[in-house]
């Protein structure tokens, strides 16, 4: 997935969030299959579990079952048609989500080749937000960040200074 294309800068300001806000001794479920984010938590000492690769847009009884205390959806919501069903099932108090952000200047990620590879939502910060109050959701912190690359032109000028990036620290509403 990540041949050329690591995303180092986005991994580090999400493990700098998480640990803000998440002890490792919080157990937390990992919304969607293994992948080098959820190895990374774990060679910090989070005790993680992901989802199988189910389609979280119909089958929910891995979230609903769950006894994890804190929920991670690190670039998944984008991906799904109705991310507002798995919101409201998650029985954790903690949430920590992260969203790739709308860009004005670049039509919406479709993979030609992967049907999971693609986002049917590009949210901005306050859909986001919006999203996650009408599933119970209180946002008690969040963080922006940019996203450059070493491309020459204006696309890649623009992402200098454009917050690519939107990560949320949520609490389950009682």
Sequence with gaps: MYENNYPSKRYRHTLEFLKKHIDPQESILDLGVANPFSEIMKAEGYQVENTKGEDLDLDFNT???????????????????????????????????????????????RSK????????????????????????????????????????????LLRLFTPRYYIVYAERNN
């Design 63 to 109: 979230v609903a079952d769950s006894d994890a205390e804190v929920v991670t959806a690190f670039e998944i919501f984008e991906h799904m048609v109705a991310p507002f069903n798995v919101l409201q099932k998650i029985k954790a108090r903690k949430l920590v989500a992260s969203i790739p952000l709308r860009l004005w200047f670049a039509p919406a990620y």
């Design 113 to 156: 080749t992967d049907p999971w590879d693609r986002h049917y939502h590009e949210f901005e910060d306050w859909q986001f937000d919006w999203l996650l109050e009408k599933a119970g959701w209180t946002i008690k912190d969040s963080a922006k960040w940019t996203n450059p690359t070493k491309k020459i032109g204006v696309r890649p």
